[in-house]
């Protein structure tokens, strides 16, 4: 079956940070409506969607013993928040999110305000190459001194932009033969296999939550309260990892490899996955020939720390798609990563007991 690129399209270009999740949340709420019994906001913004059994196409009966499985994918994005508009008019930035400031120079950006998006051009304040001195090309600039110019006058760009509201990186999403490349697969990529997932899954006798956090990027912060709520049984982070089959990184230090399936996570910084559960999916992957891969992630983290470790603790299996040029506007997934990621979910959630 071809990969959705159409959905996951429409959520890559739907911006949306860490506090500011409320677009994209809307985006997949219209999708993943018709497949559930009952979808709801909590009072962090995690958009919580929960599918009762089902046996032969039908509703079936929950009792004590129905296993909960809970889904965690992030909505949020790396990217700012204004922070200050200079006597210029130029805005100052609030990262919310890591970045790396060597990708930022020269990029078009969105600025989201209560009248609509403004279209804008970050840029570090500093001297054009033409007349910088030799120390001052080799410095590279800190957050702090970026900032975005709107090509309007002070006057109107007060009257239209206020302190917080959010600005995204604007690229285009590419369609390749065998990959999709686009700003924040970080993690549209989950939130695209939770909806996936869910349209492939038919029989079932678990209770499915499938969960949509808020401000991952930030701590993690939106998955501990929903897994509180949810008492889930097993967890399972829908996330993305590090693909460093490039040029300039070491063959040891790859973490996945591109095109080579879904990768279920070992550990991060964040956490060490139940292995019992990890060896269950491969047995599941095994028996459907669904290409999927093991990896290590030296650091970083992912929603599944706060499912883990939520009430009497979770046994958490971390799923992650291989991204190749992670917190850039040009990530890019091999399409058999993607596929392999919903195929994986849903095959693994039909046979639970």
């Known amino acids: 079956m071809p990969v959705n690129v159409k959905l996951l399209k429409e959520l890559c270009q739907?911006?949306?940070?860490?506090?500011?999740e409320a677009r994209v949340r809307k985006v997949i709420e219209k999708h993943v409506k018709p497949l559930v019994d009952s979808v709801r906001t909590d009072a962090m913004g995690n958009l919580i969607a929960?599918?009762?059994p089902r046996a032969a196409g039908k509703k079936a009966r929950v009792t004590k013993a129905t296993k909960k499985v809970m889904l965690a994918a992030h909505m949020d994005q790396i990217g700012f928040l204004v922070r200050h508009i200079d006597d210029k008019g130029c805005l100052r930035l609030q990262n919310v999110g890591g970045f790396d400031t060597r990708n930022l120079f020269a990029r078009n950006v969105k600025v989201s305000t209560a009248k609509g998006d403004l279209p804008g051009i970050l840029n570090p304040a500093t001297k054009p190459?033409?007349?910088?001195t030799e120390e001052e090309r080799k410095k590279i600039p800190t957050i702090e001194e970026f900032y975005v110019d709107l090509a309007l006058g002070a006057k109107e760009v007060n009257k239209r932009v206020k302190i917080g509201d959010m600005v995204t990186l604007d690229a285009n999403f590419v369609d390749f033969e065998n990959a999709v490349a686009s700003q924040c697969l970080?993690?549209?990529v989950g939130c695209w296999a939770q909806v996936e997932m869910l349209k492939k899954l038919r029989n079932h006798a678990c209770e499915v939550h499938a969960v949509w956090t808020v401000q991952e990027e930030v701590g993690l912060r939106g998955a501990g309260p929903a897994a509180f709520g949810v008492e889930p049984d097993f967890g399972l982070s829908c996330d993305t990892t590090l693909c460093c089959q490039t040029p300039g990184t070491p063959e040891e230090m790859r973490v996945t490899e591109f095109g080579a399936g879904v990768c279920l996570k070992i550990?991060?910084?964040?956490?060490?996955t139940d292995i019992k559960l990890v060896e269950d999916l491969e047995r599941v992957a095994r028996a459907k020939k669904i290409p999927h891969q093991r990896g290590v992630l030296p650091r970083g983290g992912q929603d599944g720390a706060m499912i883990q470790r939520s009430r009497?603790?979770?046994?958490?299996?971390?799923f992650a798609c291989p991204v190749k040029n992670i917190h850039t506007v040009v990530e890019m997934a091999h399409k058999t990563d993607l596929q392999s990621y919903p195929d994986l979910l849903a095959a693994w959630i039909a046979q639970v007991k």
């Open 186 to 188: 970080d993690n549209r």
């Open 312 to 318: 009497a603790g979770v046994r958490t299996a971390v």
């Open 267 to 272: 550990m991060d910084s964040s956490t060490i």
């Open 14 to 20: 739907t911006p949306s940070v860490p506090g500011r």
């Open 129 to 132: 190459v033409h007349i910088a």
């Open 50 to 52: 929960v599918r009762k």
